[in-house]
């Protein structure tokens, strides 16, 4: 028995949820590790609960340990009383599976899920005793690696991280292990395996690459310090989702956590354009998996998890190019198994009715749509491409089969935006609760409508990268005028988002490396799980952005010049600046892009890798 069991088996009865720390759930691997295995720890910056939701986690813990060179664990961020307990009997941030402490694996790695996360990262280094910035890490200590959609600009986070993987993570990742486990048998450098890594597609080495600023402490360039380092790094790709691996026997939790179901990706990538969605330009292009092979996950993976509900994945679950021949495969599988089929990521406007008839049969889990804009002017400069028209076409045919209950998702604070598309928010909601009174014949019975609102944050790779964030005051004045225009509209709820946590989240989107110095002061402050509004310190981050000198307009709330030097020019996502650029312009002017799988809209993705629309470029 470990020292750190032994001091686990006197602090887990005084915790609450010891199950979040004690291992040995169904389908974890837990295994005596050889000498000349590397030792990798998956490391979710955030609750048990939260980390073991995600999918990306499922699938490298399963690609790693059917590897021959890697042996994975996993590690969560404690909670306070179990970081409490730690503290007072000395121990150290440890391994799920087999209690290592951290300190003593060969490489640990987390994904970088969203920016609010950042602060868990110096805690759990912290608590693992490992050193937080990487040059004082030594050859002997753990190579420290992330990934993930904030990696897309690592620059806040460089002093903290051996390596960044951009892109798909899949081979990338796997291949990076391989490369440790050889410098682990082998005994080469630090520095060599550095810059092995940084040969590999979609590594980024920060310590290979020096910021240059102007006079005025704006970013001009960087400078490269090892000359065999790449001028940028081109992201990863995965070709083919039918032959990229995804688990079948994915971990099953000894407690609740919060999507506890099964989960199948259809696709990966959206042609849609909108041009606030990060997600959609960076998982550029879209990659499908088949029916018959999404049919065979899914029933395998509620066969071995027990799982009363499946959920399937993507950016536009509908735009699958045969949704309802696959949905239909799937439902008629969970519908006699008394197994709930829940659809997320519906777009209005090809909304499959024939699908929705079908799932009368089924328990109903709530429908889920994103107008993201209350009038369609705005919609017109974000391009969302979906009219009113089809808006209520959607709504109606949905009260009619049954639904009672419908979750819709906006933005406030987009470019362009007026009181006037803020009012448009509440106005729609109003009109769906009189459309549902009407179906029902003057009665709105149990039907209710769940509005929640985002504050816009411009997003690098994106077509509003340059664009000005609202001012706090500008959010708080919106946020009051919808909570007086939702007042009275029975049977509709609100919720909308804080204000400073949203300009944090804008900071840490679009700033650079100076920033690396107040998430130091921020940690140290004691700021931590910032995702967590009940935990967010906003004193503690107003000192820690005041002592590092931090300039929040220009992070957040100015628009930034087209063309100047940003912090995630170091990264090339495959979608063009040109690209980027062009849609910003014809956002300014209410114009929309027409949907890739209508013609090619040259966002040069396909200089890269293969695209159903736009060919491969020769």
């Not at 930034?560 to 995630?568: Q, T």
């Not at 990264?571 to 949907?595: H, N, P, W």
Request: glycine share 8%; with cysteine.
């Amino acid at each position: 028995m470990s020292s750190v069991q032994k001091k686990l088996d006197l602090v887990l009865p005084r915790i609450e949820k010891p199950a979040r720390y004690i291992g040995g759930e169904p389908y974890s691997v837990i295994r005596e590790p050889a000498e000349d295995v590397l030792r990798f720890c998956f490391c979710f910056a955030d609750s048990y609960e939260i980390g073991m939701s995600y999918m990306g986690m499922q699938i490298l813990y399963n690609i790693l340990n059917k590897s021959s060179h890697t042996y994975c664990e996993r590690a969560f961020t404690p909670a306070e009383d179990m970081i409490a307990e730690m503290e007072k009997e000395d121990i150290p941030l440890f391994t799920i599976e087999t209690k290592t402490p951290l300190a003593e694996m060969d490489m640990i790695g987390f994904t970088l899920q969203y920016e609010l996360g950042y602060s868990n990262i110096l805690l759990m280094l912290k608590l693992a005793g490992v050193p937080v910035n990487a040059k004082d890490r030594g050859e002997d200590d753990p190579l420290v690696v992330a990934g993930g959609p904030c990696a897309f600009n690592p620059e806040p986070l460089a002093d903290f991280f051996d390596a960044f993987m951009v892109g798909d993570g899949e081979n990338d990742l796997a291949e990076l292990c391989e490369l440790a486990q050889k410098r682990k048998t082998e005994g080469f450098s630090k520095d060599e395996f550095l810059r092995r890594a940084s040969k590999i597609e979609g590594v980024y080495i920060p310590s290979f690459y020096e910021p240059e600023y102007g006079e005025d402490g704006r970013l001009l360039r960087y400078k490269k310090l090892w000359d065999g380092a790449p001028d940028r790094v081109l992201r990863a790709f995965i070709q083919d989702l039918d032959y990229a691996v995804f688990p079948e026997e994915n971990i099953v939790p000894l407690t609740e956590i919060v999507h506890d179901r099964s989960v199948v990706e259809i696709m990966r990538g959206c042609t849609r354009g909108c041009r606030f969605c990060q997600a959609g330009m960076i998982y550029r292009p879209v990659r499908e998996r088949s029916k018959e092979k999404i049919y065979e996950i899914g029933k395998r993976q509620l066969e071995s998890s027990g799982n009363s509900e499946l959920s399937v994945l993507s950016l536009s679950t509908s735009d699958h190019s045969d949704f309802e021949a696959m949905v239909m495969k799937l439902m008629n599988y969970c519908g006699t198994r008394r197994i709930s089929l829940s659809l997320p990521s519906l777009r209005l406007d090809n909304f499959a009715f024939k699908i929705m008839d079908e799932m009368q049969g089924l328990r109903k889990t709530g429908l889920t749509f994103a107008p993201e804009a209350g009038t369609q002017r705005l919609r017109d400069v974000i391009n969302k491409n979906i009219t009113e028209e089809e808006i209520f076409t959607a709504l109606d045919k949905a009260i009619e089969l049954g639904w009672n209950n419908v979750k819709l998702y906006f933005m406030i604070g987009l470019p362009t935006e007026t009181d006037e598309d803020i009012a448009g928010i509440p106005d729609l909601a109003r009109r769906i609760m009189d459309l549902a009174a009407y179906k029902n014949g003057g009665r709105r019975g149990r039907f209710s409508v769940s509005v929640s609102v985002a504050n816009f944050i411009p997003k690098p790779f994106t077509p509003f990268q340059w664009c000005a964030q609202d001012t706090e005051e500008e959010f708080e004045r919106k946020h009051t005028l919808l909570k007086k225009l939702f007042k009275d509209i029975k049977g509709v709820s609100f919720h909308y988002h804080g204000s400073y946590s949203s300009h944090l989240e804008a900071i840490f989107a679009r700033g650079g490396r100076e920033l690396c110095e107040t998430l130091r002061l921020a940690s140290d402050y004691g700021c931590r799980f910032d995702a967590w509004t009940e935990q967010f310190n906003e004193k503690a981050w107003r000192k820690a952005l005041i002592d590092s000198g931090i300039d929040l307009s220009y992070f957040a709330l100015n628009e930034i010049e087209p063309g100047a030097f940003l912090p995630w020019n170091i990264i090339d996502s495959g979608v063009t600046e040109e690209y980027l650029l062009s849609e910003y312009e014809r956002a300014m002017g209410a114009k929309t892009t027409k949907d890739c799988r209508y013609g090619c809209n040259g966002c040069g993705i396909n200089r890269h890798v293969e695209c159903r629309w736009g060919g491969i470029y020769e």
